[in-house]
Nanobody, 115 residues
Framework: QVQLVESGGGLVQPGGSLRLSCAAS????????MGWYRQAPGKQRELVAA???????DYPDSMKGRFTISRDNAKNTIYLQMNSLKPEDTAVYYC?????????WGQGTQVTVSS
């Protein structure tokens, strides 16, 4: 059973930065796709950033410019660097790993952007 553990969330002031981590219990090469999603209260979960097994990254247009996804294969970990944070970025951020036949989700980490 794959486990994903997110960390790095917290309270940050507008304009600040955070780096989230998602550590996988298995080799991340087993996953075709890994991504960061977020869900704000009363809203649907949305994609923030994606990274594919070949290393290519992708972002929804609304997320381009302030978010950067990366990975460390040796640590079986992906990261989300978030800069110039805004109050509307407040949400629970989740990590997803997609294998051939299963999706695996982490438990989420809360990010709160507030002064």
């Amino acid at each position: 059973q794959v486990q994903l553990v997110e960390s790095g969330g917290g309270l940050v002031q507008p304009g600040g930065s955070l780096r989230l981590s998602c550590a996988a219990s298995g080799n991340i090469f087993n996953f075709n796709f890994m991504g960061w999603y977020r869900q704000a209260p009363g809203k649907q979960r949305e994609l923030v950033a994606a990274i594919f097994s070949g290393g290519m990254t992708d972002y929804p247009d609304s997320m381009k410019g302030r978010f950067t996804i990366s990975r460390d294969n040796a640590k079986n970990t992906i990261y989300l660097q978030m800069n110039s944070l805004k109050p509307e970025d407040t949400a629970v951020y989740y990590c997803l790993a997609r294998a051939v036949s299963n999706d695996y989700w982490g438990q989420g980490t809360q990010v709160t952007v507030s002064s």
